[in-house]
């Protein structure tokens, strides 16, 4: 087989050239796009829809479409929407990874015994759906299937409200360090567990906040009620 990468930076595609991870990256999307059986969207949630527009008359019958994102419903809808009735639609989820982003931050047991949820459209076949679990578990993946209303309410707990915390408390604690003291110097394994986190990403971890604003807004109110 063949591994193939489109990015909008074309540093970027140099680099994972260079790094040896795929066999042909570019910025022409439909081009990379154009012979693939397997197509994974890795890109911030706002992005979907263009991206789907650019490549859906360039996917060939019979191919997978799936993706890496966090939330899953307003997703589904949009590729849903917009996607050929002959590629198959089968949203991943792989809860793996660091706050670190760029291809170097990549490495080969990423995945190992990380949870990947796949939650199949409507359109799903079965042998589709096992093809792409099969994937997932050959790079280490243990794999689950689950509707989105139940994948979003799920990740509301165990992932965005923690970022939300950190990212609050680390603007907390950059505001009252610039006003007064210098406490960022006396700071201890706690603090630095949480500006870890608030390392991520912020404009993918924005998308997630407000695709998932419903049900991250009523972990907010029982985070409240518990801190009363």
């Known amino acids: 087989g063949k591994v193939v990468s489109s990015n909008r930076s074309k540093n970027t ?8 991870i795929v066999d042909e990256a570019s910025s022409d999307v439909k081009k990379e796009v154009r ?4 197509i994974i969207i890795a890109t911030p949630l706002s992005s979907y829809r263009n991206i789907i527009l650019k490549i859906k008359n360039s996917l060939k019958n019979g191919a997978i479409l799936t993706d890496v994102g966090s939330v899953k419903k307003k997703a589904i809808y949009v590729i849903e929407k917009n996607i050929p009735k002959n590629v198959s639609w089968i949203s991943s989820h792989p809860i793996a990874g660091t706050e670190e982003s760029g291809p170097e ?8 015994n990380k949870w990947c949820i796949l ?3 409507k359109h799903s076949k ?7 679990e099969k994937f997932w578990k050959k790079i280490g ?3 689950d299937i689950m509707n989105a209303k139940q994948h979003d309410y799920i990740l509301s707990i165990t992932s965005h409200l923690p970022h939300l915390i950190a990212y609050n408390i680390v603007n907390t604690t950059l505001q009252i360090n610039k006003k ?10 706690g603090l630095r567990d949480f500006t870890r986190i608030a390392a991520s990403n912020p404009i993918m971890w924005r998308d997630i906040f407000i695709q998932n604003k419903e049900n991250t807004s009523k972990m907010i109110d029982k ?3 518990n801190l009363k």
């Open 13 to 20: 595609n140099k680099k994972i050239i260079k790094l040896n």
């Open 35 to 38: 012979d693939s059986d397997l």
């Open 105 to 112: 931050s990549g490495f080969s047991q990423l995945f190992k």
């Open 119 to 121: 939650t199949p459209g």
């Open 126 to 132: 079965i042998k589709e759906v096992k093809l792409l």
């Open 141 to 143: 993946s243990k794999v």
């Open 180 to 189: 007064k003291y210098n406490i960022v110097k006396y700071s201890a394994g």
């Open 223 to 225: 985070f409240i009620k």
